[in-house]
């Protein structure tokens, strides 16, 4: 496997785009395509959020029913969650103008919407956007670029990503783009991420993968633990690389399905690091625990303390409030045969509990770690032999900013 | 019942005091004392934390196993948690101390502690701290108010409170005192509520009382998502009101149990906005839930928003943050088929979600009404006949400016 210099429309046959459509904002792109030249299997996952937004109730209804997927077409600015009849009407209507335009079936056509919850989408933008996405989709480094940038509200980088790997002799390639910040605990401006492949692999192996890799990857992030109402993770293959099919129980399974997960590790990291307002990527790595559930649950905890989360903040090693994170998050362990790491990649590691009580580390030391853009804590559970890793960021003043204001 | 103008030390026999020890911070009260005249019964709810502080696991002990219980001895700048095998040992010791210079028996003396977690207590302070207590401790009204100011950490404002009941012919006195944000979710630097009253009660009595409370006071109350390890909620009666036994069953049980009900309420209510960087204290209302646990999932979930809690704090009716929040609580419920209410003292209540969509609200209404010191938020499930109450506070730069240093 290796690393391309590429995105969502890397592998053969993808062409994309990004415009500007007026939907909320002006003079930037807020629409995004992706259009495959031949039709594609299509695995996906949505949020888990009770109250689902429009585009999730119809793409989980394309994803079930229709023989194959060949476009989505992307808006921000407007989550159109929250719209009742009207705002599902919007999604069918978005999907008859772009099969009409394209000359795909409707069905075909999944749709997706990040922004603020409540007003209508504007059809009329929005079916004019889709006539301008198709004049210019193209499978240009660009484009890709283009519809990455397209699709952020208050991400400060794009994020696209793309890997390569051989099977059975040809060239398979991953990419991706993605926006947002988490899955089962992201920021309100939802994440969206599409992964999509030339790969010959069938719907139900594809479905098996992303099913299986989520729980490790975008399900292990969190910025604010608000999950939205929008969450959508897709990945489409359109076969268009001719590789003998992937199926598993393989050696190419194996190296495809390492490639997925490296792709969408990558892209979860990205979305925690570019957390609303963050300074530092939290990553915490949770070691020996008794069980695999145990060991996501109090990596996920930790992640997600606010106090935790505002220590690093202020560069402050305030152990405590981990120790407290993990004794609340659900799982049962021993707080008086446990051990507590800080890590950083300038800085090193250093040990700061043991024992039922702190080390005498240095405050220095651990501050410079503390003060590194990506901050490691490491909780060696000592219960058994299951690891998990959760990603998050800290909460900083602009967090509160953004989201105070987020409409205005 | 009767609010009066009082405190822990209204009812019969409690003499209280706040004093300087210097255990962390200079030139403020940081120890309090409570000492009943005559033998208590008490009852008390824990944190739920795995990692536990030392003063839980002593207070949980003699609350179990002690004939009675005499006296409260607490420090605040150092929660004596994460201390291991010599944090419990300064306990014993402080609680030795105590009963030595009070004449009551060692295990008839609780104590807590709130701050920092990690550091050992500096046992000479605290024991210097305990002769001091033990000289001014009064039952003048000012002792409650010094106690009631010597558990603050970064509340803003000390909280006490007190009523008075009639029961067979005699008055009854209850009174309180509280610190810190919370009992499930609580602000790290840990709620700790004192509930002292002259009484006559049995301990089976006065337990299955504090048990069913807290379900619906301290437990419906959030700042920011972190269970401390030293949350303590305790009450403790004298009898010295001679009033006749309370007994389940009877019209004076429930007029007890209400009196008690709204003290633990105020109390929480305060404690929740009071919450660290608070402007606002948020009120969510769940009315015709179909059960009583989802009711109260629905408004814990919407009152632990993060995307929530800014909105108000920016004044903005983002009310899309409240539908989300529902949505992910772990209840089901149908989005199309419920209301959502903003409530103000000041500017009423309007209706701002409706049928699955916005309704044609004013957006200068709605704020007005998010810029009051208590805004109230109401969602009608329509789904059966339940109702409950949670508590919390806006999330403001204040809070990410406080736990970014805390320690400093």
Redesign the interface.
């Known amino acids: 496997m290796e690393i391309i210099n590429g995105g969502v429309n890397s592998p053969i046959g993808f062409e994309t785009g990004g415009t500007e459509a007026g939907i909320k904002y002006q003079n930037r792109k807020d629409m995004a395509i992706i259009y495959s030249q031949k039709p594609c299997v299509a695995a996906a996952t949505f949020t ?5 937004a429009a585009p999730v109730k119809w793409d989980r209804e394309m994803i079930d029913n229709s023989p194959f997927v060949q476009a989505v077409i992307v808006n921000t600015g407007i ?1 159109n ?7 599902y009407e919007a999604c069918r209507q978005t999907a008859s103008e772009a099969a009409k335009i394209l000359g795909i079936p409707e069905n075909s056509v999944l749709v997706g919407s990040t922004g ?5 989408l504007p059809l009329d933008r929005i079916k004019a956007g889709i006539a301008k996405l198709a004049g210019i989709k193209s499978t240009d480094r660009q484009s890709g670029t283009d519809a990455s940038r397209a699709i952020m509200t208050t991400d400060t980088v794009n994020k696209e990503f793309a890997v390569q790997l051989t099977i059975g002799g040809r060239t398979v390639t991953i990419g991706a783009m993605s926006k947002g910040s988490g899955m089962i605990h992201p ?2 401006c939802t994440m969206l991420s599409y992964v999509c492949t030339d790969a010959v692999i069938s719907k139900e192996t594809l479905t098996k993968l992303v099913k299986e890799d989520v729980v490790d990857t975008y399900n292990m992030i969190s910025v ?6 929008n969450d959508t993770f897709i990945v489409m293959a359109n076969g268009m690389a001719e590789n003998p099919e992937i199926c598993e129980g393989t050696a190419d399974y194996e190296a495809f399905r390492e490639a997925l997960h490296f792709v969408n590790e990558t892209q979860a990291k990205r979305l925690a690091g570019d957390g609303e307002g963050a300074n530092a990527l939290i990553e915490c790595v949770v070691v020996n625990a008794g069980t695999k559930a145990d060991a996501r649950t109090l990596a996920k905890s930790v992640i ?4 935790t989360k ?2 690093v ?2 560069h ?1 090693a ?4 981990i ?7 659900g ?3 021993d ?2 045969h446990m051990e507590l790491f800080y890590e950083g990649k300038k800085n090193g590691r250093i040990l700061i ?1 043991k ?4 080390t005498d580390y240095s405050e220095e030391e651990a501050s410079a770690i503390l003060s590194e853009d990506e901050v490691r804590i490491i909780a060696d559970m000592k219960m058994g032999t299951q690891t998990a890793t959760a990603w998050g960021c800290d ?3 602009d ?3 953004i ?6």
Request: glycine share 14%.
């Open positions: 888990s959020n009770v109250v689902k989550a969650a929250g719209t009742g009849v009207e705002g603020v919850i409540g007003p209508q920021n309100m604010d633990g608000d999950t939205s109402t997600c303390s606010s106090l505002a220590a903040f202020g402050d305030n152990w405590g409030r120790l407290c994170a993990l004794g609340y998050s799982a049962q362990f707080p008086e509990y024992d039922g009580a702190g909460l900083t003043f967090y509160v900013k989201n105070a204001d987020y409409r205005s």
